[in-house]
């Protein structure tokens, strides 16, 4: 008797033990679920808007190397650098931001120029990178799109040329 009684005593016990371990893991399923919807209804930049990011530091670019102020210009293309690490992660959907990657010989131009200091160098190197915007921009049909060495800076409140110390 005692037996039958522990015995049912245990069925019990694991029953209501695997209900419960039932519900948890619906709990978690839902949990996962509104978390996935979070997700997918947060914000994300779009290629757009890198490539608007990636204009304005371009155009820094320029003026920092042409005012020889070294350590700007290798502080702005490192931001272009990051902004094209961001669009393989964060646009990866879009099938042209694999073909980011053809700026890298430019960029690799543009950063050895300013690590030599070489106004030459880099004026030419920039003139590589930015065709090589364009050919990307080509090669996706986006060709009505094309960048140019700016003429002006693209902001009044910033200065480029190196500061006196
Ligand atoms: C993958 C190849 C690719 C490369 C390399 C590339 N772009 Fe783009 N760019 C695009 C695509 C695609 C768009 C259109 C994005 C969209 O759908 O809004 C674009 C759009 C733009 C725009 C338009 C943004 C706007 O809203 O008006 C600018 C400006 C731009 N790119 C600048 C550049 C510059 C500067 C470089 C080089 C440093 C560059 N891009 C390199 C593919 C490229």
Redesign the pocket.
């Known amino acids: 008797m005692q037996v039958r009684y522990y015995l049912m005593l245990l069925f019990t016990a694991t029953f209501f033990y695997a209900c419960n371990q039932s519900g948890n893991s619906a709990q978690l399923q839902l949990r996962i679920d509104s978390l996935e919807k979070e997700i997918d209804a947060s914000y994300k930049p ?3 808007e890198f ?2 990011q ?2 304005v530091h ?1 155009a820094k670019l320029w003026f920092a190397g042409k005012s020889e102020n070294w350590k700007l210009a290798d502080f702005e293309i490192h931001e ?1 650098m990051e902004s094209l690490d961001d669009i393989q992660q964060y646009a990866a959907a879009r099938l ?2 694999k ?2 990657i ?2 890298q010989p430019a960029l690799d131009s543009v950063n050895y120029a300013i690590e030599q200091k070489n106004t030459a160098l880099f004026t030419s190197s920039f003139e590589l ?1 930015t065709a ?2 364009n050919r ?2 080509a ?2 049909e ?1 060709d009505f ?1 094309k ?1 140019k060495i700016p003429e002006i800076p693209p902001l009044s409140n910033q200065v480029f040329t190196p500061s006196e110390n």
């Open positions: 779009g290629l757009g490539m608007s990636i204009q371009h272009i042209e931001s073909k980011v053809m700026l990178l090589t915007c990307c921009h090669a996706v986006y799109n960048v």
